[in-house]
């Protein structure tokens, strides 16, 4: 699949066009309202290896976020269009493993991510299982612990964040959650906890237009920094 053209191709679709129907060869799955008026449609595609997982975040404007995530919950690529930029995961001196934290309770990674195919960015953090779990919209999750930063390639501190986030096991899939974020002007606290899980025939599936905190006054920094929860989380 040609991600780029791909990419390019759903960001053209105003958020009111209607349903969200995923690339060629790519089956959605699973549509998700949360918090800060976001909405999420997940999709596999046929070409990608198993357990490859797409996510098409959307706010009222439009398409804001895609993301590329494996079964073991690595963000493998991404793009993002409110900072402009797009992301590939690179080294990986430790890598991410949901495999790891459901069985143990507890993973740390470090990896390297490529910007715009030139800056690389190192991140390195950890997750855990509190133990607490949740039933949201009659889905049970399971509670995480998180924290990472991420450092330039002279070593300077770019942005760290710390909170909590939710694990589905069932779809081997982090979805955000309360935590606090600095990207180098203070601690900025953001929730994007799911509130609404819709697979195929039910109510709400493959929407596009998002329905929860849309009358709230929004920050301008991109929700897709509410992430970093998926190993970088629910974003890169």
């Not at 053209?5 to 959605?28: E, K, R, Y």
């Not at 800060?36 to 596999?44: F, P």
């Not at 002007?185 to 237009?209: H, N, Q, R």
């Not at 991109?222 to 929860?229: A, G, I, N, V, Y």
């Given at each position: 699949?040609?991600?780029?053209?791909?990419?390019?191709?759903?960001?053209?679709?105003?958020?009111?066009?209607?349903?969200?129907?995923?690339?060629?060869?790519?089956?959605?799955?699973?549509?998700?309202?949360s918090?800060?008026?976001?909405?999420?449609?997940?999709?596999?595609?046929?070409?990608?290896?198993?357990?490859?997982?797409?996510?098409?975040?959307?706010d009222?404007?439009?398409?804001?976020?895609?993301?590329?995530?494996?079964?073991?919950?690595?963000?493998?690529?991404?793009?993002?269009?409110?900072?402009?930029?797009?992301?590939?995961?690179?080294?990986?001196?430790?890598?991410?493993s949901?495999?790891?934290?459901?069985?143990?309770?507890?993973?740390?990674?470090?990896?390297n991510?490529?910007?715009?195919?030139?800056?690389?960015?190192e991140?390195?953090?950890?997750d855990?299982?509190?133990?607490?779990?949740?039933?949201?919209?009659?889905?049970?999750?399971?509670?995480?612990?998180?924290?990472?930063?991420?450092?330039?390639?002279?070593?300077?501190?770019?942005?760290?964040?710390?909170?909590?986030?939710f694990?589905?096991?069932?779809?081997?899939?982090?979805?955000?959650?309360?935590?606090?974020?600095?990207?180098?002007?203070?601690l900025?606290?953001m929730?994007?906890?799911?509130?609404?899980?819709?697979?195929?025939?039910?109510?709400?599936?493959a929407?596009?237009?998002?329905?929860?905190?849309?009358?709230?006054?929004?920050?301008?920094?991109?929700?897709?920094?509410?992430?970093?929860?998926?190993?970088?989380?629910?974003?890169?």
């Amino acid at each position: 699949m040609m991600r780029g053209v791909v990419f390019f191709t759903l960001i053209a679709w105003p958020a009111v066009a209607g349903s969200f129907t995923p690339p060629d060869g790519c089956t959605t799955f699973l549509t998700v309202q949360s918090k800060g008026c976001r909405v999420s449609n997940y999709y596999i595609c046929a070409d990608d290896s198993d357990g490859d997982k797409w996510r098409a975040d959307f706010d009222q404007e439009g398409i804001f976020f895609l993301g590329l995530t494996n079964d073991e919950g690595e963000w493998l690529e991404s793009y993002d269009t409110g900072a402009g930029t797009t992301q590939m995961l690179q080294d990986r001196a430790d890598p991410a493993s949901l495999r790891e934290l459901l069985s143990q309770g507890y993973d740390d990674y470090r990896f390297n991510l490529s910007t715009d195919g030139a800056e690389s960015i190192e991140v390195e953090g950890h997750d855990s299982l509190t133990g607490k779990n949740v039933v949201i919209d009659g889905e049970p999750l399971q509670q995480t612990e998180f924290e990472y930063v991420e450092r330039g390639p002279d070593g300077s501190l770019l942005r760290r964040s710390y909170g909590h986030e939710f694990i589905s096991a069932k779809w081997r899939l982090f979805f955000a959650g309360p935590s606090q974020w600095d990207g180098g002007t203070g601690l900025f606290p953001m929730d994007g906890s799911p509130l609404k899980f819709s697979e195929a025939g039910e109510a709400g599936f493959a929407m596009i237009k998002p329905i929860f905190d849309c009358d709230a006054v929004m920050s301008s920094l991109p929700l897709s920094r509410m992430s970093q929860e998926v190993q970088s989380h629910d974003n890169l």
